[in-house]
């Protein structure tokens, strides 16, 4: 093919012709080889294409495709030590030390804005940026007195039954109830004892939704709070906390980011604990009530965070749900 080129340029000179001839004579040539080129960078992309959109649709794929690389990096481990890169915080190691300076030295700087603190502050009718500006930069909690979403047991049910499928069917996290035994806690199972009227007449259930889908469905649950922005992105995790006619001492839930707590139904005790170094004497622990169609905004840097419930109400079922948001400062 080459040689041939080449005689067919030798004749062209030597009947003089000109470059625009040859690009006329040669385009013909020029296009069968760039729609060669083109064919075949369609045809190798092709394939990438369709794996990274059954990568992104198909759960079940992505995850055995993740487990098969995971294996082939437990089997080079031998011979190269990657565990270091997967513990460490950054892929390239810096060539300066930071500066020394104690672990906690961020956060005792903020203790001083919690010391003096007395109580939490109530808002109603209140705006995202307004609650920004005045409470969360400055690390402090605030309730919301008409944060209007109610919710009694039976409707919660039906919309998790109708609504929120695969939240019903996923294994939720951080489980904590006296309906069964953990080690066979199934949320269908559990939500179809309390629906059926269990023999039980008093009974609590708290879970965390970690898994995605679930996460997913239970934003269709519940209606986002008026004071919760378009702008900020979708809470990551979120928390459903029930007790029916039970005492609750106070628990610890772990919950992390911007916290968006709403009472449904009836009420809980909550209790926001400074973190250490804040903790002792430095900042008080704040004790609070939230009624239904009451909320509670706060960002967990300063707080650690626990419900309970002291007296219950005989007639209602008190239910909570809690929202974690990442929140970039």
């Known amino acids: 093919m080459e040689s041939e080129l080449k005689q067919l340029l030798e004749q062209c000179q030597k009947q003089n012709f000109s470059s625009e001839q040859m690009s006329s004579i040669c385009e013909p040539l020029i296009w069968t080889m760039r729609w060669n080129k083109l064919k075949r960078c369609f045809l190798l992309g092709l394939p990438l294409l369709v794996i990274y959109l059954i990568w992104i649709y ?19 481990l031998p011979y190269w030590n990657w565990s270091n890169y997967y513990n ?176 449904l139904s009836g009420h809980f005790e909550f209790r926001l604990q400074p973190k250490a170094p804040c903790d002792g004497n430095v900042c008080p622990s704040l004790s609070l009530r939230l009624n239904e169609g009451e909320g509670l905004v706060y960002y967990t840097e300063l707080w650690h965070l626990s419900y309970g419930l002291n007296k219950p109400d005989n007639q209602v079922t008190s239910i909570a749900s809690v929202m974690e948001v990442d929140w970039d400062l």
């Open 88 to 263: 460490g915080k950054c892929l390239i190691a810096k060539d300066y030390q930071p500066s020394e300076s104690p672990s906690g030295s961020f956060r005792w700087n903020n203790c001083d804005l919690c010391s003096n603190l007395e109580g939490i502050s109530t808002v109603s009718n209140v705006s995202y940026s307004m609650m920004e500006s005045q409470f969360l930069e400055l690390g402090l909690p605030v309730i919301v007195t008409d944060a209007e979403l109610k919710l009694n047991l039976n409707d919660l049910i039906k919309r998790m039954q109708t609504k929120a499928i695969d939240l019903v069917s996923s294994e939720p996290c951080d489980v904590s109830s006296s309906l069964m035994l953990r080690q066979i806690f199934h949320l269908e199972a559990a939500i179809q004892k309390i629906r059926q009227g269990s023999a039980l007449t008093k009974w609590h259930l708290h879970f965390r939704n970690c898994q995605s889908r679930a996460v997913k469905t239970s934003r269709l649950l519940l209606p986002r709070p008026y004071y919760y922005p378009k702008h900020l992105e979708p809470y990551y995790s979120s928390w459903l906390l029930m007790s029916h006619r039970q005492y609750r001492p106070q628990q610890e839930i772990y919950v992390k980011g911007l916290i968006f707590i709403q009472q």
């Open 58 to 76: 198909c759960d079940c794929f992505s995850w055995s495709l993740s487990a098969l690389f995971r294996l082939f990096l437990i089997q080079v």
